[in-house]
């Protein structure tokens, strides 16, 4: 992108990083997205050159062999990868969440056992917390591990598990008795190591087969059936129970800024594609962008777009800076997201009929530009979370 959506202040490295993203996306996701996406294809090719390019590995610390770069390193390049194609950012998203948990939060000989396969792409992470009743409210979880002699027994039902069919290490959140009266506090995240593929894939552990979505294709999103899966007590995220609430939190909250940065990347494509139509579609003995409505509807897409970037780059510095991000995080997802569906929504509507035609590019972004405003926490939730924070931080005095 020319002028829109750049970042100041970008070591050399970085822009390296993002250059090379950007050449990979232009030639080898654009070209491909519309055939895999309408195949609902998973887009094999793409991740292995990704693994090539060292992406799994992009926020891993270089002593187990990743590039140990930043939240904003990373968000930078799925606002590139997004603006190929959105899915294949959902590849990497999870797996990115899973290894800043264990980043974060894993003992040492977990740290060891997995992030070195991390980084190389060998495990791939994906994440559960939801379940057939239940997304918003976490801690109203229901599928549980019961304590028995030589680990624990995992019984319930998970429900959205992207990745779940082509990952092979699963953070799972699940109840545990941990007699604490806060339900939260009774949560606890299992590593759950698994192979790849659907069915029973283990004793007691059912993958079933992909959930056919309006959208967001190619990248398979399933179920996940847990009848007294037996699993050691020291897969447990930490080694003690009762703190994966808290685990999961800390991993969406960094989640948030990649789904701002996705939202970002959908939405310079979505206005990439109106102003180059715009100036090639005629009506009226004239280009459609030389009629004032068009062109303050391309002059109001890149303002939004400006603005949703500005806000992401902004969450994921702080986040990087150490400092408590909740807020900015909130409010760049729920602007980035929001934002998206409205600059979308315009280019469809600049592409006349042709938008509803599937050999456009923006009808695959319509379809995907919904899922932003319900992953990692819908818009309503974005609001709960921003207001907290803002009523924590501007205690009234009277
Ligand atoms: C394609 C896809 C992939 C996903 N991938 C994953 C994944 O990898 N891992 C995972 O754990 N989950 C995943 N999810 C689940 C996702 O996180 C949830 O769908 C999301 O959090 C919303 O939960 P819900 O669907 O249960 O909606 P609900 O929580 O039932 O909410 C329904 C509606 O009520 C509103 N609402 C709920 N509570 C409140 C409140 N207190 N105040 C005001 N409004 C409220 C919501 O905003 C929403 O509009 C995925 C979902 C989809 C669609």
Redo the contacts with the bound molecule.
Sequence with gaps: MARLAQTAGLTDIQEEILATVRTFVDKEIIPHAQTLEHGDTYPADIVEGMKEMGLFGLTIPEEYGGLGESLLTYALVVEQIARGWMSVSGVIN?HFIVAHMLKQHGTPEQKQKYLPRMAAGEVRG?????EPE????VAAIRTRAVRGDSGYAISGQKM???NGGTSNLTAVLVKTDEGAEKPHQNLTTFLVEKPEGYGEVLPGLTIPGKID?MG?KGVD?TEMVFDGFEIAEDQILGGVSGQGFRHMMDGVEVGRVNVAARACGIAIRAFELAIEYSQQRRTFGKAIAEHQAIAFKLAEMATKVEAAHLMMVNAARLKDSGQRNDVEAGMAKLIASEYCAEVTQESFRIHGGYGYSKEYEIERLMREAP?LL?????S??QK?IISRGLLRDYQSRG
């Excluded at 994906?126 to 939801?130: E, G, I």
């Excluded at 239940?134 to 409210?137: A, T, V």
């Design positions: 999870t994906s994440f559960s917390m939801s239940l997304g918003s409210d959205w598990l992207t979505k967001y999103t899922f319900i992953g990692e926490g819908t309503e939730i709960t």
